[in-house]
C-alpha cells in the first residue's frame, strides 16, 4: 500500500513538498510515478523515478519547478514542488510500477500496479 501526504493550500509561488511511504515489501524494485488530476481532467503523469534513484523523468508542464526524489532505506517518494502555480492545483497521486533494473520509467496510468490515495494540492493566485 502506498500513502501520501504534505498536501495544502499554498499562494502562488510558494513551496510544497509531498511524501509517499510504501507499506509493502521490495519498494526498492519498484519505479515511482507522481501523477495529478485536476477536477474534470484526467489523471496526467507528472515525475518518475527509477528503483535506484539515478535516473528521473518530468511532463514538460512541471520541469525545473518539481523534483522527485526517493530514499529506499525510508520506502517513501517525495516530490518537491517549487514555483507552485494556480494550474497546479489538482489531486495528486503516487504510484508504484514493478520494473526491472533497465526497463524505462512508465508515464502512464497503466504502466502503475499500485496507487496511493492521493492528496489534494491548491494554489491560490
Known amino acids: 500500500q502506498l500513502q501520501a501526504s504534505g498536501g495544502g493550500l499554498v499562494q502562488a509561488g510558494g513551496s510544497l513538498r509531498l511524501s509517499c511511504v510504501a507499506t509493502g515489501p521490495m519498494f526498492s524494485r519498484y519505479h515511482m510515478g507522481w501523477f495529478r488530476q485536476a477536477p474534470g481532467k484526467e489523471r496526467d503523469f507528472i515525475a518518475g523515478?527509477?528503483?535506484?534513484?539515478?535516473?528521473?523523468t518530468y511532463a514538460d508542464s512541471v520541469k525545473g519547478r518539481f523534483t522527485i526524489s526517493r530514499d529506499n532505506d525510508k520506502k517513501t517518494v517525495y516530490l518537491q514542488m517549487n514555483g507552485l502555480l494556480p494550474e497546479d492545483t489538482a489531486v495528486y497521486y503516487c504510484a508504484a510500477d514493478w520494473a526491472i533494473t533497465s526497463a524505462p520509467i512508465g508515464r502512464t496510468k497503466s504502466e502503475y500496479d499500485h496507487w496511493g490515495q492521493g492528496t489534494q494540492v491548491t494554489v491560490s493566485s
Open positions: 523515478i527509477t528503483r535506484s534513484g539515478v535516473t528521473t
